[in-house]
């Protein structure tokens, strides 16, 4: 079962997407990847700009898992009579569906050389049968703006939520989210544009991109409204009456679980995976996942216990991979713990995943949040927030909503953690989880019921060693223009760089030495910036080392 670990299933239309609801789709995995009309070394074919920065950031490179699917592979698929619905690049195969299971198709599939494996649904062979649970059943509670006792000035009825974490201190800081992008995966995000909580999110164009991964079209806003609670946690502002942990991030809005008709299907964890890796493409910094996996409508398809091993379904190795790419990945660890199954599922088992348990507002475990270990002993959940009585948007409004369920938990934790790596720019995405485990009051004594316990973020600053004066007299440089003609002049502009001698390293997306050049700083002419030599059009990293200083960009070269 999939819990999208709230509380009540909401928005029940007819009719569905055949994709939605049919059992007769197959995972098919490639035996491996050419590179095609691709190449490593022009990344930004493939990437987005943002995408390729964070990469260059944490010093990540750009290899073959970055590569779409080889299009003659699921053009292949296409003339056998498959339908094609997802192909993932990270996992290396696509979602198809066989129509009507004709096994003349299945097999003239599985006859393909490039063609390592087809699994029904999606499921891998010999799958074990998990126990069902049974989902939290309590409803989202509206209540007048008058009969909310956690009030603050700035926080309203979202006080106790943010000041159990001193969220509030990096929001009076400043830090609210600015410049960071948010993906946000759900059931889907109805009336959202006409809550007045999104008044400011939408006046400043904050929703970059929103796509529906199940019946594959823009319409997000519609069936379900699981999303909309979950950006109340995150993105609301409303001050002196609702305001989210993160409410001037960007936000990507993507629906990849189908709730309606109550059927579960493993072809929602590819959604995922398809949504995941356009994220990524778009440049998210940061993950929320308020969904979880076990169970689906057949036995066969179920989730076993061991397979919560961080390495076993989809979803979670999308999730890992995503990690990789620097991408700080938040899932709810789930609302089993007070029945048979009890313990954590899929994608929360991921060993790069941040998963988060619940609390009330006063810091103490509540009943139903998921326990650990994962399966091969690691200790889940990572941290708790609140997720009893979180207060976010009643929809279709005005007013509170205060609901219940790990759903919650997760984006007000998603949302601080990115307030967070906004204060510490430097820091890599598993520096953050890191720190947030580091800085929670049971980081000595991690255990399965709370993890490493409820995050203090003014504490995460002091172990980062933040100061006020942070930032403000940092080296700063740039290259411009951006992209550069081979007959225009390329400058490195910078401000507050140590003088001295620097050495300028083009370098190709897999770390091979282009070109180097030196210059001194200041310039000879006294200016903020130096003319720096080009190599041949292409795409670069360019590293500028000097004075007890070493920073990396990107730079586009055209002809």
């Known amino acids: ?274 949504a995941a890796e356009r994220a990524d493409s778009l440049g998210a910094d940061v993950f929320n996942s308020s969904l979880i996996y076990t169970t689906f409508d057949v036995p066969g398809w179920n989730h076993s216990w061991a397979d919560m091993d961080g390495n076993t379904t989809r979803m979670t190795r999308a999730s890992d991979m995503a990690a990789s790419k620097g991408i700080l990945v938040v899932n709810s660890a789930g609302n089993y713990g007070g029945g048979p199954w009890y313990k954590i599922g899929a994608a929360a088992d991921g060993d790069s995943v941040l998963a988060v348990g619940a609390t009330d507002t006063l810091g103490l475990r509540v009943g139903f949040s998921s326990m650990g270990p994962t399966a091969d002993g690691r200790i889940k959940p990572n941290v708790m927030a609140v997720g009893a009585g979180a207060a976010t948007c009643a929809i279709p409004g005005p007013g509170v909503a205060l609901v219940s369920g790990t759903s919650f938990a997760g984006p007000l934790m998603a949302g601080l953690a990115t307030c967070l790596w906004q204060a510490l720019p430097n820091r890599h995405a598993y520096q953050i989880l890191d720190l947030l485990e580091r800085c929670s009051n049971r980081s000595t004594n991690p255990d399965t019921l709370n993890g490493y316990g409820v995050p203090n973020l003014q504490r995460a600053l002091q172990l980062a060693g933040w100061s006020p004066s942070a930032g403000s007299n940092n080296p700063l440089w740039t290259l411009a223009p951006q992209p550069c003609t081979q007959d225009q002049i390329l400058q490195l502009r910078g401000s507050n760089l140590p003088s001295g001698t620097y050495r300028v390293t083009w370098m190709n997306t897999q770390g091979q030495r282009i070109q180097e050049s030196e210059f001194q700083w200041p310039s000879e002419s006294g200016q903020n910036f130096v003319e720096i030599s080009k190599p041949k059009p292409g795409f670069y990293v360019v590293s500028l080392s000097g004075p007890s200083y070493r920073d990396r960009r990107t730079c586009l070269l055209h002809p």
Request: proline share 6%; glycine share 8%; hydrophobic share 40%.
């Open 1 to 274: 079962m999939k819990t999208i670990s709230r509380i009540v299933l909401l928005f029940l239309v007819s009719g569905f997407s055949s994709w939605a609801q049919t059992r007769d789709t197959y995972w098919v995995a490639f035996t491996h990847k050419p590179a095609g009309v691709y190449s490593l070394q022009q990344p930004q074919a493939f990437l987005g700009p943002r995408s390729i920065a964070r990469r260059v950031r944490q010093g990540i490179s750009i290899d073959s898992s970055d590569l779409p699917v080889h299009a003659p592979f699921l053009d292949s698929l296409r003339a056998a009579g498959a339908q094609v619905k997802h192909s993932s690049k990270w996992l290396n195969g696509a979602t198809i569906r066989i129509p009507n299971n004709d096994s003349v198709i299945l097999q003239r599939i599985s006859n393909l050389p490039f063609v390592r494996q087809t699994l029904p649904n999606g499921r891998r062979a010999g799958s074990g049968i998990a126990t069902p649970s049974t989902k939290l059943a309590v409803d989202p509670l509206p209540l007048p703006l008058s009969s909310i006792s956690r009030t603050s000035t700035a926080y309203g009825a979202s006080s106790a939520q943010i000041r159990l974490h001193k969220g509030d201190l990096l929001h009076d800081m400043g830090y609210r989210g600015q410049g960071l992008r948010i993906a946000v995966f759900d059931a889907g995000f109805v009336a959202m544009p006409q809550i007045r909580a999104f008044d400011s999110l939408y006046a400043r164009n904050g929703v970059l991109d929103a796509f529906d991964f199940v019946d594959m079209d823009s319409m997000v806003y519609e069936l379900d409204g699981h999303g909309t609670y979950v950006m109340g946690c995150m993105a609301a502002n409303l001050p002196g009456e609702l305001m989210g942990t993160a409410p001037k991030a960007e936000y990507m809005l993507y629906r990849t679980e189908n709730n309606v008709g109550g059927s579960e299907n493993p072809v929602e964890e590819d959604n995922w995976v398809a």
